[in-house]
């Protein structure tokens, strides 16, 4: 089992900046691929960013060019730097490790999310 601890969340004004973090441990943390989900209210859950294990990332079209996923040397601490954020990317966001190494791979640890309201 891997535990998930989201952090960083908050209020922020539209063009603004945040920085959100994943910890990650247990016995099982390494060798999977990390991704941050996002739900926003009254919406479904939807996918935003991922990194694989060796480090290549994948960003959602609503996302890429503002959004920076990155893993530190430990490879236990996965961030979602987010830059000029919009209004619509208010939302609660959930980091999750993957089964596997390699993205796509199916996701069944879920943090407990973190909640970023952006202001227009």
């Known amino acids: 089992q891997v535990q998930l601890v989201e952090s960083g969340g908050g209020l922020v004004q539209a063009g603004g900046s945040l920085r959100l973090s994943c910890a990650a441990s247990?016995?099982?943390?390494?060798?999977?691929?990390m991704a941050w989900f996002r739900r926003a209210p009254e919406k479904e859950r939807e996918f935003v960013s991922a990194i694989n294990w060796p480090g290549s990332t994948y960003y959602a079209n609503s996302v890429k060019g503002r959004f920076t996923i990155s893993r530190d040397n430990a490879k236990t601490t996965v961030y979602l730097q987010m830059n000029n954020l919009k209004p619509e990317d208010t939302a609660i966001y959930y980091c999750?490790?993957?089964?596997?190494?390699?993205?796509?791979?199916?996701?069944?640890?879920w943090g407990q999310g973190t909640q970023v309201t952006v202001s227009s």
């Open positions: 999750a490790a993957g089964d596997g190494p390699y993205y796509p791979t199916p996701f069944r640890s």
């Open positions: 247990g016995r099982t943390s390494s060798g999977r691929a």
